[in-house]
């Protein structure tokens, strides 16, 4: 069960509110890299948690940490918001820097919320779940973790350098804070479970997988490997510790696939069926040519 | 520029054709852990690579060998569904696998596909595009490319245990080599770039950021520490070498926040506008009862 | 800030697992009924509120009561997985009920997520934020809430009667209980605000309303008023008092409308174009046809 | 069957064509609160629509109205696109309220539609038909329409609002009187059914829904009931007239969930699984830490 | 504005009622093959129609049928969910037909509508209204009211042979008619145009574009011309009669794409910023290997 | 399998970079008429393709051409973006213009790439892969890829129109003349299958379809025929030269649906159910109204 206190978990404080940057903030709230996707991907990932019950009270405390920051920045985009122009009449079109604010603006700050945030990011596009990850491997949901998180950063970074509020900035610096430490925390579990942890998952036996591809870097391009010769990726031993890197030309184990006719009662063309004469006479032609050529 | 043989990367059989098969193997096709998803990532971030050039050819390299694991794939969808039951009728409802598998099927695979694969997952949730991380930090991008493959690999080993069919179990073994090989490869980068990488992105000063709270793990548990107390992530050295783990018991350092009334001109109701009775009312309410509690 | 003592609020117990009503309980969690709509939309109304303090607070309250919602759900799901089939093999193919269990399973449960819930509906859609409605407006917001509850206890009822789990029984009466109390807060709210509350917005003056048509029912069937007259909804006071129904046949106010030609720079086809020949030409063809007709 | 006169249910009329009003009024097209959702809501649940059929005829009559409102709006979104800039050319960009104008514009009215609207919001989001509220349950339906209808009253009293354009105001007064009558008649219809239509549905015995819970408010806030004493969601009788408030603190009625080990066959990490040496190891960690504490 | 009789335009006859029928009759409702589809498709195309008054008059008339078509579909879905079973008690999951069925079904026809039709697909996909298209250009759009119709008459077959319900397959042969219909007509609008359509848009003057590679098809396969040898799309006219087909084997005109450095500002990683001594120590490596290779 | 040799299909040039122009040049990366939608679509539908080899093979060279395109234009949204505005800093507000470019701008390519591409639309939609149409036949994919490049070479000639930017302008007419080739290719296919392809598909029977309305023009406008009359789609020969084209007055061919009390178990509200008093009341005033009308 979950409780509240009804503080802010950081005192939000605004200097000069700019609805610009409440736009640039929904980023932060309803964007990929933002707060409710780390907060219930981390809920997700602790309710289904199975083994060591330390990793799902881990989970659980950060996932729950994670709603106060959701409520900090909206309460942040609403502060923003203050004093924001609501209507398009003549006097502000004419002044070129109100106006060109009020253009810029998320219109659904003025038409849906009344100047309040919503779970959407900075163009507006609402949160969608299938971004909460959340595999039962423990392994997996870390690195997901730690890329949720190192995106999450690199994203308050950049807003922390696109406002020049003194309020704004010193809340960014605590999510940056915060950022880092789950980026830590995270590591420091795959680091916990060592280096047999991989490859994800550990519970698939290596001997069943394909031994001639499992640690070969594929070149596709067609100068050969080039500037890929002697990288940490094509030569020594792999991070697992398991395998040594090595590369290779890619070449096709396969043929061309060929589905042959289409069965009449999936209703293509008749042309694409057997049987008929223009199918046919199609793929007649196809054999010349393959022939010839 | 891009180029094809026309040849499948891995020769695909299929022995014992299963429609219910096909319908799992679109996660690996259109899932947020299957082939677009990673092609697509890889592509974009590539494409909008800057530094050093090594990167950005490695990530091709890769991205390209990916559209041929979406080409083998989906062929595997059209052999699987060769002789799948595409009508109801009678006889086979009234034959319980027949008609048990016909219930199962994805019935995109018969209505709008005719017996191929399309580029949803194994509900039939179109892939969209949101999934493609690509953040223009390469160790970012790095941790999200760990991650897909990691729930990649797994959801490989998921598939690999649910059919009993030879060439499909021989066709995911290949899948499962490359997402080891994939994994190792992306970490390799991370370990090349070395602890100073972290944290995520490292130009940003962390002297900016917020020093009291950049190593400490927070506590949002009513029962406190518990078993967080002496955790890799709650004590020693952090993955970073740049500061040490600590606990602490989370508490608010800001306030209740108060947005105040409503402006008129936001179309609440009246109640929540100043200088309303209603609004007053209400607000002398809420200040009696404060200070009574 | 939040806290947890990641206990659960309702204590879950599951009899006879069943996957296929793991797939059904999804739809109380990512659903548009469900539990993360309510918990977020309650969220975000309450991080938006502006006026009286008890409702911001009401609507805390109850937020946070929904995050416990969402997690006995999710543990609802993992243990109505537990022995779930997660193979194709022959053996469980030729069973027919245990083939119809599996070939009926959301195969994510399987493929992504290791038997544990995810934030999707009961057809795997992945629950989108688009659906929290937090209109700044409480009257607005309150209705939206009953929406929700009705709907909620709804789908909870259906779900109580689909099962014959006693487990999942109990659970499911103990959720309906909090939908009826839910759905009895927000009406009460309504109460409070008394019908002047209507129409919402109320700090819209009706004066600027279009007053000939703000309590007419429309008739737009084509054999008249019929079974509409004499009804609660055409006939009477309404129900804010402030107008008395009536009933129109509709009818247009307005004329055909037409756009005119395509501006060149926009790119339509010339014969969209004012000046070219063809454009001419159907134009008096249109003129002619309408002066016969 | 359907029919049109071709003809505008409102005369619109345009002034000072404004292509940022034309992306504002775009939210009243695809938006939630739009008209696209209301006209096929309505028509769903006519289309569904079981029991007595003088209300399918009453949803009939209005979603039928509603294909009227789109067309006008969708009429007026072109007209307020005339004269708008298509190009970024330097002469505008130089302009510093030209150049404000075309950068705040829906680029797609230049680059998609040619100037004419389309079904999506004020940010371009495509309207879904998730949002097609129909549970076929009559009373849960009339609350989904009030929502509806509430907040698309206040989104077109805030357009009003927004715009200086005479003729744009006549229209929405005209639309704003329709969701006047509107809400009113779906609240009829709730009068009608008489205060036993709660909770929703009642066609599910309270008998059977848990009755310690039903009626009592949960307080989740650690500083106990606070402002939420005597409200009317706190004391008295509820809105059924079946129940009265009470108040109770919220706490947990059930333990911390243990969904125990991960099957091996499911792929989680092995650390995860019953027998391996680290699952055990890190069990007995979490068992000693619990006594502990 | 618009009216309805109340009638279906088919009288739609369900003989054997069948949950699993309902169920891909969704495809045809809110499928991207489906009437909603082309209902929205042709209003928004009517809606910003300029030119001719004819082509909207066409629109609309074909637009306004479809209404009727989601009409009849969404009661055919109704009819076919009779009698649908709505619980998993522990009878129907031991009957291997009935249990199959069950687990076959929608589960919101039970949970979400109560046994009626919703806009999604045969998955449950919602309808989303990206799939509107309405360019503005009438050639373009009659290509793509073609596609829609060709895909929707593939669709209706595809069920059409599904289905050994006599009332369905009538049903069915009507829908299928209309389907026949709407292809001739948009393609008749074609023909009027004339060959002088093409290519879409024909506004845009094709000496403008770039005359080296507008006729040519490409060569991108690694064997060379092949089976493309003489093909009506390699030889010959092409269908505008403006232009004469090649045959070109593709080669780049660019160079590698060189984005340089990344600005500091934007927060990728040092080692991919100019004048840190890690992106110094990389690029050298890059050019090294480069001049080597 | 595919490959490729790391350089651009067109040489790339941006002489005045402008954020602005980056966002539209997002509509081409990842809008509907985009590049990510050809090369997908063009891949599903080789890769499930059946019958005649050539087909396939006529995709694939088409697909692989794709990719380049993304890819062109990925590297022309970044350069677009070279020294785009990143703060909102002060100095840069009062600056209208400056100001102007930075409100207008995608904050994505800010927050989110860095300065670069993603495959999300001028609006920041991302694209998602239900618009990739593959229907497994060749006829309807030809309309469906007709369609594609019609609304693409419009939106190319409209982004042509746009800038100002001789670099840009070079790159576009290159597209423009690709979409001409590529509407060419398709349309040749059609014409190689000659009128018999019609109507799509051509493998179900016409005469299984409903005769009497398979060549109606329906008139659904209250005024009747009107300019409908002798226009091309409503007399003489049809495209496929099989039927000859009539109009018909639309009328029902049906009754009104009556679906029924509904089920108790599927928990409507009492009243729509059969046999509760206020059913009973509400069935006779409706059969009472219905006789009188």
Redesign the interface.
């Known amino acids: ?12 404080r605004v200097d000069k509110p ?1 609805p ?2 409440a ?2 903030l929904q ?1 932060a709230i ?4 933002g707060e ?1 996707r780390v907060c ?1 991907q981390y ?2 990932q602790a ?8 990793y799902r ?2 989970l ?3 996932a ?2 994670e ?2 920051h ?3 920045l ?2 942040a985009v ?2 923003n918001l203050e004093k924001a122009p ?5 006097e502000i ?2 002044d ?2 109100g ?6 603006m ?3 700050h ?31 949901d870390m ?2 973790n ?2 949720a998180e ?2 999450g ?3 308050a ?8 509020d003194d309020g704004m900035k ?1 809340m960014l ?2 999510n ?6 789950h ?3 995270w ?3 795959l ?3 060592g280096p047999t ?8 036996p ?1 001997s ?22 002697d ?3 094509t030569t020594g031993d ?3 510790t398991k ?1 040594k ?1 090595n590369v290779k030309v ?24 057997e049987g008929t004469v223009s ?1 046919a006479v ?2 007649v ?2 054999a010349v ?2 022939i010839v ?1």
């Not at 069960?1 to 939000?12: E, I, R, S």
């Not at 309710?47 to 330390?54: E, I, M, T």
């Not at 069943?208 to 070149?219: A, H, P, V």
């Open positions: 069960m979950y409780y509240t206190d009804k503080k802010l978990q950081w005192n939000v700019n610009i940057f736009r640039m980023q309803g964007g990929v890299e409710i219930m809920f997700f309710w289904g948690s199975r083994g060591p019950a330390k009270d881990m659980l405390n950060t729950t940490e709603i106060a959701i409520e900090f909206a309460t609403a502060m609501v209507s398009l009449q003549e079109s004419k070129s820097i106006g060109s604010v009020l253009n810029g998320d219109m659904r003025i038409l849906s919320t009344g100047l309040s945030a919503y779970p959407g990011n900075s163009n507006g596009v609402p949160f969608d779940m299938s971004h909460i990850y959340a595999s039962g491997n423990i392994a997996g690195y997901c730690v890329a190192a995106t950063r690199t994203l970074a950049r807003l922390y350098h696109a406002t020049d010193e610096a605590f940056i804070a915060r950022d880092t430490m980026q830590e925390q590591l420091a579990v680091e916990e479970l942890h991989l490859p994800v998952p550990n519970s698939f290596q069943m997988e394909n031994k001639d591809f499992n640690y070969s870097f594929l070149i596709t391009t067609t100068d050969g490997v080039g500037n890929q010769a990288q940490p990726w792999a991070p697992d395998g890197f890619a070449s096709p184990l396969g043929h061309e696939p060929n589905l042959g006719f289409g069965r009449p009662d999936t209703f293509g063309q008749k042309e694409q069926s199918g199609n793929r032609k196809d040519t393959t050529s």
